[in-house]
């Protein structure tokens, strides 16, 4: 029922800053997440974020320099990526947990019952 479709990929620079952003359609009250896949490599976790906002998680590899936002009013959910580099290149996926998901944030593939299709992020250097 919820479905989300993924915008603001594109080519920039190694230090840019760039946000990516979902629109989520159907309403969900469940946590919303971001995962990205670069070739040849497995799926990823890079950002979570509950309903009220409160909570968000990230990995090492991008904490500090990414930010997950949600706007319930517009049904957006945001990703601040600063301070690129190369190997931020992947596709980025926006995906919504599963129901059941609402104050705590999964980080596995499987708890997401709703992915967008996808945005690629090229980051030159």
């Known amino acids: 029922q919820v479905q989300l479709v993924e915008s603001g990929g594109g080519v920039v620079q190694a230090g840019a800053s760039l946000r990516l952003s979902c629109a989520v359609s159907?309403?969900?009250?469940?946590?919303l997440g971001w995962f990205r896949q670069a070739p040849g490599k497995e799926r990823e976790f890079v950002a979570g974020?509950?309903?009220?906002?409160?909570?968000?998680h990230y990995p090492d590899s991008v904490k500090g320099r990414f930010t997950i936002s949600r706007d319930n009013a517009k049904n957006t959910v945001y990703l601040q990526m600063n301070s690129v580099n190369p190997e931020d290149t992947a596709v980025y996926y926006c995906?919504?947990?599963?129901?059941?998901?609402?104050?705590?944030?999964?980080?596995?593939?499987?708890?997401?019952?709703?992915w967008g299709q996808g945005t690629q992020v090229t980051v030159s250097s």
């Open positions: 159907g309403h969900t009250f469940s946590t």
């Open positions: 974020i509950t309903w009220n906002g409160i909570s968000t």
């Open positions: 995906a919504a947990a599963k129901a059941v998901y609402t104050t705590i944030i999964p980080t596995w593939q499987s708890a997401f019952a709703a």
